[in-house]
């Protein structure tokens, strides 16, 4: 079928997901095909019982799904779709053909069969699947169209009936025994439980001192060059051969591990003694080992590398990274996003291998295409990774793209186009140095060097890591070249002390590679499951480090005690294995759903429910009994942690409090709340009794000389304030409440010594400084994350609370005039000044940066370059380089030029850069385009991400 036979055809009616995604197939099909957006899931399972028809009543109107008849779902068209599922019937009515252009993973198969079963179509239905928004892509799966894959359907739906039953069956129970509102679910509440774990790995964690040396050894050669270093540093690493103890030699406990005899370790006054001892030693080279070095390239992106990668260097949430894939899939500059796969098309391949010769030349070419086989259990391999559309990349400059849709694009250009390119290769040196310390003992120290020979795909992407301690595959560390027997001069030993650290929270990326690794949930889900357990006050964040809330604690220390299986890990990958098994044909849904529920044996045959399981015959079983009988449950004991022999740690309805049981039996305790985000591993026996030890009730501090309201200080779950007492009959609720003015006593403040005068001067903020030349007036707040000036909505930090009354006009101006930093850290100082730049006429600086140093005039950035040090780098130097970025860059539009003109000229520009990159042509520059519009232009996304993801509660 062509997509031009609109005369034999007649009228066609396409339906996609999203609005974004129809206006962008409707231009590659053309007059003859009307392109409408279902706007996600038009119906689902009923999410209250006030949505489930009148004729079911009992457990399938509370479940919304008929578990005695076969785990029937009740499906209901959204409230919210009625009027759009109006809309598509008026158009399939006047159309002769209908194409479902859905997603084609399960999710996608699902909404076309729901639009199929609502909609009743009368006229031929075809099912129509691309991987890219291309003109090529598009046109191809009109000619090609497949019938619904009810295998998929029918996984989906097994799927969504399992999170229904688990969701609704637990989630009360933590209602009656924790908290209102609380939820539970088959991924969510393991993804929880292994951030609890974490943390209670550092609340048990006790951290061990331990010592080195660390030496810096002279060669005595001149002159020295950068290949040819006269010095370098090597670490101590045996004394008489007991090898010095490091971080790994110890455990949790802070002791060091079994199996450690022959492990020596240092304290500080040893260290220092040895270091004594050694200030006479003559030195000498014992062993040199080189091996070769090779780096082979990462494979292209699927869904979990790419939130990780985007974590790691664009600072993107998964929830984030999601959106703006999707805004890209949706308009045509990626494939689809939502893939477990690493595989490239020969289409793909052949573009990519292109580009390398084209930015690199052939030499970073290698002799045959790289293929890449998937990780991922079960892996879909129909699908490809996520690469850049079309038989020709686009490189990040041609796009037209700006803010963080640019910034994705570029990570993705760069990572399918070094998946192409050859090794990195080099060589890797361990230099052993020796000597003998004045009191006769033997030592010996260790350099270990890297020289790569050949960048290959390091020209282009560099991977990077969780730990923010990790070398980068690209650096290098170069050793002077010596020999074993050469003579070394010690030019410093200087004692070195270390201390274990707690195991590192998880932060999103390393939360998803930790979920993809046990196998638990799919990777197309986890991002919205992330963005639930934050959602649901389980988990909040401290910088990128994922912290487990109190009340997570209680949630997950129910789930253990009372439903440990459901979120046993292991028992989470199987119920997966199991699932995709049902997906495959392999095993069937009811009698796996029927085992699930209601246990071995109740409804089933023998030994089916075991085979539609994955064999094993013991890991389902029971949800029905578990959630039925709660009198072993105690509410008190599972929301209680001890803190010390007579503190306990309970979390109530209204939040965590610490409590001291009182002396006398039968009196109230003593009672403090804890701060909303403290973290738990912070919560010591110290900071509970200081907690406890701080006054509490109300102290009246006076009236108000203008209102007459009584004033009073009091303790907050937010912390200490001041507010006042209104009068008796004073409405609190309707139209006409009053709320009382409330103000947070400045950190320099105590509840006991506060005054009624600095109570007065906080409650009249925030003050008016002044307006500004457009008449916007900027004001002085006290806000929970310290004192700022507010001008319309932009917001800038003010350094002291003081100033808070003191800040000038001029002043608050003067502070707006500066460049806006980003999070609430001071910006590190610039390594260097170069001058004025003659194009921009900005100052131009050397920063240090997650990369490296590099050049920036405040517009551009550039990296140095190999052969550039930040000690020797002239001005003149520093232009050169933000001269050719700009070259590199993004072109500009501008509104002078003729549409036509302008695109030749962007083609023109951005190929001559192109050929002229050494770096995979990153565009700083363009990274400067205003973020307003990169935000109104993902509000579409956003819109179309959340409608998909509302409709499952996990995937």
């Not at 009307?34 to 079911?56: C, F, M, N, Q, W």
């Not at 209602?175 to 974490?198: D, F, I, N």
């Not at 709320?739 to 009624?756: C, E, I, N, Y």
């Not at 140093?853 to 550039?862: C, L």
């Amino acid at each position: 079928m062509s997509p031009s036979s609109e005369t034999a055809h007649g009228q066609r009616l396409v339906i996609v997901e999203s609005p974004a995604k129809a206006k962008t197939i409707k231009g590659y099909l053309g007059p003859g095909y009307i392109v409408e957006a279902s706007v996600g899931h038009i119906r689902d399972l009923p999410s209250t019982a006030a949505e489930v028809p009148d004729k079911y009543t009992g457990e399938v109107r509370r479940l919304g799904v008929d578990v005695d008849h076969d785990f029937a779902p009740i499906y209901v068209v959204n409230a919210d779709k009625k009027s759009q599922v109006s809309k598509l019937k008026s158009l399939l009515a006047e159309s002769d053909e209908l194409f479902l252009a859905t997603d084609e993973d399960r999710e996608g198969e699902a909404i076309a069969w729901h639009l199929q079963q609502v909609l009743k179509p009368k006229v031929p239905v075809h099912r129509m699947v691309f991987h890219e928004i291309t003109k090529s892509a598009i046109q191809e799966a009109v000619a090609n169209p497949r019938e619904l894959n009810q295998r998929l359907v029918d996984a989906q739906e097994t799927r969504r009936i399992l999170d229904r039953l688990y969701g609704f069956e637990v989630s009360p129970v933590l209602w009656k025994k924790v908290m209102p509102k609380l939820s539970a679910g088959r991924v969510q509440s393991v993804a929880t439980r292994l951030v609890v774990e974490r943390e209670r790995e550092r609340m048990a964690f006790r951290s061990a001192s331990y010592w080195d040396l660390v030496g810096t050894f002279g060669t005595g050669r001149t002159p020295a060059d950068a290949a040819n270093p006269e010095s370098f540093g090597a670490r101590l690493i045996a004394v008489d051969g007991k090898r010095i103890a490091s971080g790994r030699d110890f455990g949790q406990d802070g002791r060091l591990k079994a199996g450690s005899a022959n492990t020596l370790h240092l304290d500080e006054q040893a260290a220092r003694a040895l270091a004594a001892a050694l200030e006479q030693t003559a030195f000498s080279v014992r062993g040199v080992e080189s091996k070769p070095y090779r780096r082979s390239p990462y494979a292209p992106f699927r869904t979990t590398t790419l939130q990780q990668e985007a974590s790691r260097k664009l600072g993107f949430g998964a929830k984030r990274t999601m959106q703006v894939a999707q805004k890209l899939y949706e308009n045509g500059f990626i494939t689809y996003m939502r893939t477990d796969s690493t595989t490239l098309s020969d289409t793909a391949v052949a573009a990519a291998r292109a580009q390398v010769t084209q930015l690199y030349g052939a030499d970073y070419l290698p002799d045959a295409p790289r293929t890449y086989a998937s990780k991922v259990k079960n892996a879909q391999e129909a699908h490809e990774a996520v690469r850049p559309s079309g038989d020709r990349f686009r490189t990040p400059a041609e796009t037209g793209l700006s803010g963080d849709d640019f910034r994705l694009y570029e990570l993705i250009w760069m990572r399918t186009v070094a998946s192409q390119m050859k090794d990195a290769v080099g060589q890797s040196v361990t230099v052993k140095v020796g000597g003998r310390a004045a009191d006769g003992r033997d030592v010996e120290f260790s350099a270990s060097g890297k020289i790569i020979t050949f960048h290959g795909f390091l020209k282009a992407y560099v991977e990077g890591a969780d730990d923010p301690n990790a070398e980068l595959d690209d650096r290098e560390r170069r050793l002077p070249q010596v020999t074993e027997g050469d003579p070394l001069a010690a030019e410093q030993i200087t004692p070195e002390g270390h201390a274990t650290k707690p195991p590192a929270r998880y932060t999103e990326a390393s939360l998803v590679k930790e979920l993809e690794d046990r196998e638990i949930g799919r990777p197309s889900t986890y991002a919205s499951i992330i963005d639930t357990i934050i959602g649901r006050r389980y988990v909040f964040k401290k910088g990128t480090a994922l912290v487990p809330s109190f009340l997570s604690f209680a949630v997950v220390n129910l789930l253990e005690k009372h439903f440990g299986r459901l979120v046993d890990y292991d028992f989470t990958a199987k119920m997966e294995d199991d699932l995709d098994r049902i997906a495959a044909g392999e095993a069937q849904s009811v009698p796996w759903l029927k085992r699930f529920y209601f246990g071995e044996g109740e409804g089933t045959a023998a030994g089916g429910a075991a085979e539609a399981g994955n064999g094993d015959g013991d890991h389902l079983g029971g949800l029905k009994e578990l959630v039925t009988d709660l009198g072993a449950i105690d509410a008190r004991e599972i929301s209680s942690f001890r803190v010390s022999d007579d503190i306990t740690l309970r979390v109530g309805r209204y939040g965590p409090y610490v409590e001291r049981a009182s002396e006398v039996e039968g009196e109230p305790g003593q009672r403090a709340d804890i701060p909303e985000e403290l973290p738990p591993d912070e919560l010591t026996v110290e900071l509970a009794e200081e907690l406890l030890a701080r006054p509490s009730g109300d102290y009246e501090l006076g009236p108000d000389p203008v209102s007459g309201n009584t004033l009073v200080a009091k303790d907050g779950r937010y912390g200490p304030y001041v507010t006042e007492i209104l009068p008796e009959g004073t409405p609190k609720t309707g139209k006409n409440a009053v709320k009382p003015r409330t103000a947070s006593l400045f950190k320099t403040m105590a509840l006991d010594t506060v005054t009624l005068d600095d109570a007065l001067k906080l409650l009249s903020l925030p003050r008016v400084v002044g307006v500004d030349a457009e008449g916007v007036e900027i004001t002085a707040q006290n806000g929970r994350y310290g004192p700022y000036l507010k001008r319309g909505t932009d917001s800038r930090s003010l350094t002291s609370e003081d100033q808070l009354f003191t800040v000038t006009l001029e002043e608050a101006l003067a502070i707006y005039a500066q460049p806006k930093q980003r999070g609430r850290a001071a910006a590190a100082p610039p390594l260097k000044e170069l001058g004025t730049d003659p194009v921009s006429e900005r100052p131009v600086v050397v920063k240090d940066g997650r990369f490296g140093p590099y050049v920036t005039d405040g517009e551009t950035n550039a990296t140095l370059r190999k052969d550039d040090a930040v000690e020797t780098i002239t001005p003149e130097r520093g232009y050169e380089l933000l001269a050719e970025k700009r070259a590199r860059g993004p072109v500009k539009k501008t509104a002078k030029k003729a549409p036509a003109k302008k695109a030749a000229a962007k083609k023109t520009a951005t190929k001559t850069a192109a050929k002229k990159t050494t770096a995979a042509a990153k565009t700083a520059a363009k990274k400067t385009t205003t973020v307003k519009k990169a935000a109104t232009k993902t509000a579409a996304a956003k819109k179309t991400a959340a409608s998909k993801t509302t409709a499952t509660d996990e995937g």
